[in-house]
């Protein structure tokens, strides 16, 4: 379809824009078409001859599969030493239920778990270095087709997103770290332990066992999400419970994370592994502000506007996460469950606003060294992303360098060419809205629907 199709930008340029933007003028038709146009022009010097147009058309298909052989392996044949814990007791370790394992108050089962995962990624690093270095070099060629200055510029500059807006984020990240260095040290004394490590992060501050009900989340999701209005908390209500929406089962071999996905025309689905926790719930709500997302775009929007930018996304789900959990904090509650909500909330801040711009640190240099002609290999990948960690966990976190050194390999992320550091930009602006629409400002909730229904007009 790509190559059937690929005449259509060239041809629509060769025509001229004088004479396009006098028909979306002239034909009520078409005067939905004005910002297709602008936004078609703004990109003219990157659009190819329809020749070219259709290689990059029929190339697509396979350009675009490189993730499936890591997400097969990872997903489907990596076999995971089970995790042992404080009593020697063996449990099963699957990509689903990881997170349970990291969260828990025992530290051997919480070290058990993390080095059995981290291991069986080891076991296969020269693999996923391979593949993620073909996905990483089509990056550079798309670019170079397209005539971009870089694989940087041709990743955000498709989205109105100026280079400077990346580095400024890395800069920022950069300067902050120390912040990070001081919550190291006050977990560490939290926890009531000598040192910790990176299996330590997740731990809990509280011996007290949190429950949520997966019914019980959509409640609490929905009346975080009430202020914007009845029509919005239906349409998620039904697709929780009535739709079928959420694939939320743990099974063996099923996907690490959690992501929402569909098209116009379809209902937006969901793939997580949901385990009864406060955790659980946030990844609910994150992906169900995704979903939500996406079926207002897909109602609002004619089919050439139904898809809004990675850059975008990211807002909407950290939007629903903040919301529901200012509601559960203002409801108040055993000093247990408001320990369990702040320290998602911990969870979420630590993977968003460290993890993805260390993430982001790292794809950066990994395609500018590709861009300079340099080799990739499992090696230089590892000590590049233990030294960024190493700077970013400081004195206080001890860490093993090579378990930590393959991170990059457990993230199907790194395949979405630069897309983790819109985790960050995300999340700051979802927290900007969400306290407008929470603290009932006027037109907040109005102007944030307008921004989900907009997609990508």
């Known amino acids: 379809f790509a190559a059937a199709t690929a005449f259509v930008e060239p041809e629509l340029l060769a025509i001229g824009r004088a004479t396009l933007e006098s028909w979306t003028r002239s034909e009520p038709r078409l005067a939905h078409l004005g910002h297709f146009i602008d936004d078609l022009f703004r990109q003219e010097a990157h659009v190819r001859s329809a020749e070219v147009e259709e290689v990059l058309g029929l190339a697509s298909e396979t350009l675009g599969g490189l993730s499936s052989p890591a997400d097969t392996l990872a997903n489907a044949e990596l076999r995971f030493a089970p995790a042992r814990d404080a009593q020697g007791r063996e449990q099963e370790l699957t990509q689903g239920n990881l997170g349970a394992f990291l969260r828990s108050p025992d530290r051997d089962l919480r070290r058990s778990a993390y080095e059995s995962y981290t291991d069986a990624y080891l076991g296969h690093q020269r693999t996923f270095a391979a593949n993620l270095t073909s996905a990483l070099r089509r990056d550079v060629f798309q670019a170079r087709v397209r005539r971009y200055d870089s694989s940087l510029s041709a990743a955000l500059e498709q989205d109105h997103i100026p280079a400077a807006v990346y580095h400024n984020l890395l800069a920022v990240f950069q300067r902050h770290l120390p912040t990070w260095h001081r919550y190291w040290d006050l977990r560490r004394r939290a926890l009531g332990q000598s040192e910790v490590q990176p299996f330590d992060v997740w731990a809990p501050l ?95 929007q004619p089919p050439i506007y139904t898809h809004y930018t990675m850059f975008l996304a990211e807002t909407a789900s950290n939007f629903n996460q903040a919301m529901t959990r200012a509601f559960l904090l203002k409801q108040g509650g055993e000093p247990g469950f408001r320990i369990a909500v702040l320290e998602e909330a911990l969870y979420n801040l630590h993977r968003y606003f460290f993890i993805m711009p260390t993430l982001a640190r790292w794809e950066l240099d990994m395609h500018q060294r590709l861009e300079r002609g340099e080799a990739l290999t499992a090696e230089r990948m590892n000590a590049r992303m233990a030294e960024l960690f190493a700077e970013g966990y400081g004195s206080t976190m001890g860490f093993d360098r090579e378990r930590v050194g393959i991170t990059w390999a457990t993230f199907q992320h790194m395949y979405m060419n630069y897309y983790v550091y819109s985790y960050a930009t995300g999340i700051a602006a979802a927290h900007a809205l969400a306290r407008r629409v929470s603290a009932g400002e006027a037109g907040a909730a109005e102007a944030y629907l307008g921004f989900l229904k907009a997609g990508s007009s």
């Open 206 to 300: 509280t011996r007290e066992t949190v429950t949520v009900p997966y019914e019980q989340a959509v409640d609490w999701i929905c009346e975080g999400m009430a202020p914007l209005g009845a029509d919005y908390v239906a349409a998620m209500r039904r697709g929780c419970l009535e739709e079928r929406w959420v694939d939320r089962y743990p099974n063996l071999g099923k996907q690490q994370g959690a992501f929402s996905a569909g098209r116009a025309g379809t209902l937006p689905f969901i793939k997580m592994s949901y385990l009864d926790d406060v955790a659980s719930m946030s990844t609910l709500a994150h992906e169900l502000g995704h979903s939500m997302h996406s079926y207002l775009t897909w109602r609002q």
